[in-house]
C-alpha cells in the first residue's frame, strides 16, 4: 500500500509535465493515446482510494455538480486597470512626467501585446492553486477557482523547489480566433446569439456556474504580474516574467526592452505590425518601468498604477453602402442575414460581404437596406457591420424582415424555445443538403477530391444526390454529362469518391456532421471506439467517460443516432464499402510530418485558416502562432507575411500549399 502514493505522485507529475509541454509549450512529447492512458491509470487509483486525492491532482480540473453562485474574493493588493494613450504625443507625456517624479533615476522600459482578455488573478500557497478570481471593482473579485482550472495552460502547482510561500499571480483569460470563430458557429447553429467578439466570449465563459461547460471552450490564459506575494521578488519586469515562465505559466509571446523613447515608439510600431501573427486579439500595448524597486515611489493614482500605460492602437474601419441583405440556410436550417456591401478595402482585404448574425442584431443596431454603415474586422478577421450612419439617411432607406419561409425550399421557418435564430425543419431542404454534402467532402473531413462547390450544386440540384451515402453509387456517365465535367474530370472525381471508403474512422464521423462535433473531438472519440456500431449503440455512461465530452456534446450524439434517417445513413455507408473502423495511424520517418509545431502564413487556396489548422492538429502536429528554432515547417501560402522571412533567417523548413497537401494525402499522424 505504500507504493500506492508514489505511483499516484509519479502520474500526477507525469500529467502535469506533458500539459505543459502541450498546453503552454508547444511542444508535445507523447500522443494523446498515451496521455488518455496516464490519465486512465491516475484516475482509476484515486477512485479507488479516494482518501490521496488532492485539488491540485490533473483530475480535478472539471468539477462535478454546477455551483449556485460565485462567492465575493478580497485582493490583497488592488487590480488595479492601467490608464489610456492614444498618441505618440501622450507616450511622451508618460515619459515626461516620470522624469519629474524621479529627477535622480534612470530606468528601462519593457513592450508588451496588450491582450484583449478577461483579467484573473491565481493565487498559490505553498506552490498549489488555492483561488483563482475575477478582477471585479478592483477590491473584490468572484472566486472562480472551479471554472480557471478547466485552462489546461494553468499550472494547479508551481514548478518550484522549495515551495513559495504564497503567489498571486495576475494575467488574462483569452479565446484564441480560431476558437472564437468556431464557437460562434456552434451557437448560431443551435439557435443562440453570438458573441460580439473574443473577449466577450471569454468573459461569458467564466461566468458559467457549471465548470463542465466551460472546459468545453477553448479557453487560454497568459500571465505577466503578481500581485500579493512572500517569497517572489525579481528586480525586473523581464525577470519577472521570465521567472513565471519557469514556473510552469504561459507569458506574452514577445516583448521588448527599451532603452529610450525612440526604442519604445518604434517597439508600438513593430507591434502594431505582427500582431495579427499572435492567436489573441490585442489591441494595443503596455509600457511599463523595467525596474520594479522604482514602483514605490511612483505609487498609484486611485485607479492606474504610475509606473504603466496602455497604448491603444485605433480599429481600422471603412464606410460603405449596404446594397442589401441576403438569407443563407447552414447545413443545420440556420437561417443567416448577410449585408451585402458596395465593394470597400479595409485592411488590405477587399469587403464586400459581412454576417449580420440574426434578426435580433439587425433590429438592435437599426441596419436598413440602403444604410451607409461603418464596417471593422471583429478581432481583425469577421468583417462586421458595427454602426450606421443614420445621419446619412435619404428616407429611402428600408428596414429588414427575416423571411416566413425558407428561401431555398419554401417551407415554414420556426424558431425553437430558448433559440434566437430562425431555421428551416425541412430535412430534405437543397440548401442545408448542399452544405452538408460540402462538409463531407471537405479535406478535413473525408477528402473528396474533385467534389467542390460547383458540381455539389448540380448534385443537388439535378437531384442525383439526397445524402452522402448517394455519392458511393452516382453512375459515372450522370457525373459526365453535367456543366463543365467530361469522361476526363467525371473519372477523377468518381476515383475521389472511391479513394474516401478508406478514410480514418475520426473522418466519418466528423464528416457525419454531429452538432458539437469537431475534427479534435471525432479523432478523441475513435479512441474510444473501434467500430461505427459501437459508437452508434454509445451510451450516455460511456460518453461521461470520454475526456473534453461534456453534456452538451454527449446529448449532440445521442440526439443524432436517435434519428432512423441517421441510422439508414450509417447502414448505406457501411453497406457501400465506407471504412467503419478504427485503424492506428501509420509510421512516418520523415521528420518534417509527424509529432511536429507548424506555423501557417499566407492564404492556401484550397483551405481557410480554420480547416488548414484542424488538418494539422487532427494528422498530429500542433499549430503555432509565431516562428522559432523550434518550429518544425512553415506552412506558406500566397502573399505571405514575415513569418516566411523568419523562417528563411532561421533556417527553418519551408512546405508551399503542394507540399502540405502531400503530407494530408499521406494520411500521417502522430506516431502511436
Same mark, same amino acid.
Given at each position: 500500500?505504500?507504493?500506492?502514493?508514489?505511483?499516484?505522485?509519479?502520474?500526477?507529475?507525469?500529467?502535469?509535465?506533458?500539459?505543459?509541454?502541450?498546453?503552454?509549450?508547444?511542444?508535445?512529447? %507523447? +500522443?494523446?493515446?498515451?496521455?488518455?492512458?496516464?490519465?486512465?491509470?491516475?484516475?482509476?487509483?484515486?477512485?479507488?482510494?479516494?482518501?490521496?486525492?488532492?485539488?491540485?491532482?490533473?483530475?480535478?480540473?472539471?468539477?462535478?455538480?454546477?455551483?449556485?453562485?460565485?462567492?465575493?474574493?478580497?485582493?490583497?493588493?488592488?487590480?488595479?486597470?492601467?490608464?489610456?494613450?492614444?498618441?505618440?504625443?501622450?507616450?511622451?507625456?508618460?515619459?515626461?512626467?516620470?522624469?519629474?517624479?524621479?529627477?535622480?533615476?534612470?530606468?528601462?522600459?519593457?513592450?508588451?501585446?496588450?491582450? !484583449?482578455?478577461?483579467?484573473?488573478? $491565481?493565487?498559490?500557497?505553498?506552490?498549489?492553486?488555492?483561488?483563482?478570481?475575477?478582477?471585479?471593482?478592483?477590491?473584490?473579485?468572484? *472566486?472562480?477557482?472551479?471554472?480557471?482550472?478547466?485552462?489546461?495552460?494553468?499550472? $494547479?502547482?508551481?514548478?518550484?523547489?522549495?515551495?513559495?510561500?504564497?503567489?498571486?499571480?495576475?494575467?488574462?483569460?483569452?479565446?484564441?480566433?480560431?476558437?472564437?470563430?468556431?464557437?460562434?458557429?456552434?451557437?448560431?447553429?443551435?439557435? @443562440?446569439?453570438?458573441?460580439?467578439?473574443?473577449?466577450?466570449?471569454?468573459?461569458?465563459?467564466?461566468?458559467?456556474?457549471? +465548470?463542465?461547460?466551460?472546459?468545453?471552450?477553448?479557453?487560454?490564459?497568459?500571465?505577466?504580474?503578481?500581485?500579493?506575494?512572500?517569497?517572489?521578488?525579481?528586480?525586473?519586469? #523581464?525577470?519577472?516574467?521570465?521567472?513565471?515562465?519557469?514556473?510552469?505559466?504561459?507569458?506574452?509571446?514577445? +516583448?521588448?526592452?527599451?532603452?529610450?523613447?525612440?526604442?519604445?515608439?518604434?517597439?508600438?510600431?513593430?507591434?502594431?505590425?505582427?500582431? #495579427?501573427?499572435?492567436?489573441?486579439?490585442?489591441?494595443?500595448?503596455?509600457?511599463?518601468?523595467?525596474?520594479?524597486?522604482?514602483?514605490?515611489?511612483?505609487?498609484?493614482? &486611485?485607479?492606474?498604477?504610475?509606473?504603466?500605460?496602455?497604448?491603444?492602437?485605433?480599429?481600422?474601419?471603412?464606410?460603405?453602402?449596404?446594397?442589401?441583405?441576403?438569407?443563407?440556410?447552414?447545413?443545420?436550417?440556420?437561417?443567416?442575414?448577410?449585408?451585402?456591401?458596395?465593394?470597400?478595402?479595409?485592411?488590405?482585404?477587399? %469587403?464586400?460581404?459581412?454576417?449580420?448574425?440574426?434578426?435580433?442584431?439587425?433590429?438592435?443596431?437599426?441596419?436598413?437596406?440602403?444604410?451607409?454603415?461603418?464596417?471593422?474586422?471583429?478581432? !481583425?478577421?469577421?468583417?462586421?457591420?458595427?454602426?450606421?450612419?443614420? &445621419?446619412?439617411?435619404?428616407?429611402?432607406?428600408?428596414?429588414?424582415?427575416?423571411?416566413?419561409?425558407?428561401?431555398?425550399?419554401?417551407?415554414?421557418?420556426?424558431?425553437?424555445?430558448?433559440?434566437?435564430?430562425?431555421?428551416?425543419?425541412?430535412?430534405?431542404?437543397?440548401?442545408?443538403?448542399?452544405?452538408?454534402?460540402?462538409?463531407?467532402?471537405?479535406?478535413?473531413?473525408?477528402? %473528396?477530391?474533385?467534389?467542390?462547390? &460547383?458540381?455539389?450544386?448540380?448534385?443537388?440540384?439535378?437531384?442525383?444526390?439526397?445524402?452522402?451515402?448517394?455519392?458511393?453509387?452516382?453512375?459515372? *456517365?450522370?457525373?459526365?454529362?453535367?456543366?463543365?465535367?467530361?469522361?476526363?474530370?467525371?473519372?477523377?472525381?468518381?476515383?475521389?469518391?472511391?479513394?474516401?471508403?478508406?478514410?480514418?474512422?475520426?473522418?466519418?464521423?466528423?464528416?457525419?456532421?454531429?452538432?458539437?462535433?469537431? &475534427?479534435?473531438?471525432?479523432?478523441?472519440? @475513435?479512441?474510444?471506439?473501434?467500430?461505427?456500431?459501437?459508437?452508434?449503440?454509445?451510451?450516455?455512461?460511456? $460518453?461521461?467517460?470520454?475526456? !473534453?465530452?461534456?453534456?452538451?456534446?454527449?446529448?449532440?450524439? #445521442?440526439?443524432?443516432?436517435?434519428? *432512423?434517417?441517421?441510422?439508414?445513413?450509417?447502414?448505406?455507408?457501411?453497406?457501400?464499402?465506407?471504412?467503419?473502423?478504427?485503424? +492506428?495511424?501509420?509510421?512516418?520517418?520523415?521528420?518534417?510530418?509527424?509529432?511536429?509545431?507548424?506555423?501557417?502564413?499566407?492564404?492556401?487556396?484550397?483551405?481557410?485558416?480554420?480547416?488548414?489548422? !484542424?488538418?494539422?492538429?487532427?494528422?498530429?502536429?500542433?499549430?503555432?502562432?509565431?516562428?522559432?528554432?523550434?518550429?518544425?515547417?512553415?506552412?506558406?501560402?500566397?502573399?505571405?507575411?514575415?513569418?516566411?522571412?523568419?523562417?528563411?533567417?532561421?533556417?527553418?523548413?519551408?512546405?508551399?500549399?503542394?507540399?502540405? @497537401?502531400?503530407?494530408?494525402?499521406?494520411?500521417?499522424?502522430?506516431?502511436?
Amino acid at each position: 500500500m505504500t507504493e500506492i502514493p508514489q505511483q499516484i505522485a509519479r502520474l500526477r507529475a507525469a500529467l502535469e509535465h506533458h500539459n505543459r509541454q502541450y498546453y503552454v509549450l508547444n511542444q508535445p512529447e %507523447i +500522443s494523446d493515446r498515451d496521455y488518455d492512458r496516464l490519465y486512465q491509470e491516475l484516475d482509476a487509483l484515486e477512485h479507488q482510494h479516494p482518501e490521496w486525492v488532492t485539488s491540485d491532482s490533473p483530475t480535478q480540473r472539471v468539477g462535478g455538480a454546477p455551483l449556485a453562485g460565485f462567492m465575493p474574493v478580497c485582493h490583497r493588493a488592488p487590480m488595479m486597470s492601467l490608464a489610456n494613450t492614444y498618441s505618440r504625443d501622450e507616450v511622451l507625456a508618460f515619459h515626461e512626467r516620470l522624469r519629474r517624479w524621479l529627477p535622480a533615476e534612470t530606468w528601462t522600459y519593457t513592450v508588451e501585446p496588450k491582450i !484583449d482578455g478577461v483579467a484573473i488573478a $491565481l493565487r498559490y500557497e505553498q506552490g498549489v492553486l488555492a483561488c483563482g478570481s475575477t478582477r471585479g471593482d478592483g477590491a473584490t473579485g468572484d *472566486d472562480i477557482t472551479q471554472n480557471l482550472k478547466t485552462i489546461r495552460s494553468i499550472p $494547479l502547482r508551481l514548478r518550484a523547489e522549495p515551495a513559495i510561500a504564497v503567489l498571486e499571480v495576475r494575467g488574462e483569460v483569452f479565446l484564441g480566433r480560431a476558437g472564437f470563430q468556431a464557437l460562434n458557429r456552434e451557437r448560431e447553429e443551435a439557435g @443562440e446569439e453570438p458573441f460580439a467578439n473574443p473577449r466577450n466570449a471569454a468573459a461569458g465563459s467564466l461566468k458559467l456556474l457549471d +465548470s463542465r461547460q466551460v472546459a468545453r471552450r477553448p479557453l487560454d490564459a497568459i500571465f505577466y504580474g503578481v500581485g500579493d506575494c512572500d517569497g517572489f521578488s525579481p528586480g525586473t519586469q #523581464q525577470g519577472l516574467v521570465a521567472a513565471l515562465g519557469d514556473l510552469g505559466f504561459k507569458t506574452p509571446p514577445r +516583448s521588448w526592452l527599451c532603452a529610450s523613447m525612440d526604442e519604445v515608439l518604434a517597439a508600438l510600431d513593430e507591434l502594431r505590425e505582427t500582431r #495579427q501573427g499572435f492567436p489573441f486579439d490585442t489591441d494595443g500595448a503596455v509600457i511599463k518601468v523595467n525596474e520594479r524597486r522604482l514602483y514605490g515611489a511612483l505609487g498609484a493614482t &486611485a485607479k492606474s498604477p504610475r509606473w504603466a500605460v496602455a497604448f491603444k492602437y485605433e480599429p481600422e474601419q471603412a464606410e460603405t453602402r449596404l446594397l442589401d441583405i441576403t438569407v443563407q440556410v447552414g447545413r443545420t436550417g440556420v437561417l443567416t442575414p448577410v449585408a451585402e456591401l458596395e465593394p470597400v478595402l479595409l485592411a488590405g482585404t477587399t %469587403i464586400n460581404r459581412a454576417t449580420l448574425h440574426n434578426a435580433a442584431e439587425i433590429l438592435r443596431k437599426d441596419i436598413r437596406i440602403g444604410d451607409r454603415v461603418l464596417i471593422e474586422k471583429a478581432g !481583425d478577421v469577421i468583417p462586421a457591420v458595427v454602426a450606421v450612419k443614420t &445621419a446619412a439617411r435619404t428616407g429611402k432607406e428600408r428596414p429588414f424582415d427575416m423571411p416566413s419561409r425558407c428561401p431555398v425550399c419554401g417551407s415554414e421557418v420556426a424558431r425553437r424555445e430558448g433559440e434566437v435564430a430562425l431555421r428551416c425543419e425541412n430535412l430534405q431542404c437543397a440548401a442545408q443538403l448542399k452544405q452538408w454534402l460540402r462538409h463531407y467532402a471537405a479535406r478535413g473531413a473525408m477528402d %473528396i477530391e474533385g467534389l467542390g462547390e &460547383a458540381l455539389v450544386e448540380q448534385l443537388v440540384d439535378q437531384r442525383l444526390v439526397s445524402s452522402p451515402a448517394d455519392l458511393y453509387v452516382l453512375p459515372r *456517365d450522370r457525373v459526365a454529362a453535367l456543366e463543365r465535367m467530361a469522361d476526363k474530370s467525371a473519372l477523377n472525381v468518381m476515383e475521389g469518391i472511391e479513394a474516401s471508403k478508406q478514410r480514418d474512422l475520426w473522418r466519418l464521423i466528423f464528416a457525419l456532421g454531429i452538432r458539437h462535433v469537431g &475534427a479534435k473531438t471525432a479523432q478523441t472519440l @475513435e479512441r474510444y471506439v473501434e467500430h461505427m456500431e459501437a459508437f452508434v449503440q454509445i451510451s450516455p455512461d460511456q $460518453l461521461r467517460t470520454v475526456r !473534453d465530452v461534456g453534456p452538451v456534446v454527449a446529448d449532440s450524439i #445521442q440526439a443524432f443516432f436517435r434519428s *432512423d434517417r441517421n441510422r439508414e445513413l450509417i447502414r448505406l455507408l457501411a453497406e457501400r464499402g465506407v471504412n467503419m473502423r478504427r485503424r +492506428s495511424a501509420p509510421e512516418s520517418g520523415n521528420p518534417l510530418l509527424a509529432g511536429g509545431t507548424y506555423v501557417l502564413t499566407g492564404t492556401l487556396s484550397g483551405y481557410t485558416r480554420e480547416q488548414a489548422e !484542424d488538418v494539422i492538429r487532427c494528422l498530429g502536429g500542433q499549430v503555432s502562432s509565431s516562428v522559432s528554432r523550434k518550429t518544425t515547417a512553415v506552412i506558406a501560402g500566397e502573399n505571405p507575411g514575415s513569418k516566411l522571412n523568419k523562417a528563411q533567417s532561421l533556417k527553418v523548413p519551408i512546405l508551399d500549399e503542394a507540399g502540405f @497537401e502531400q503530407w494530408v494525402k499521406s494520411g500521417v499522424g502522430r506516431k502511436e
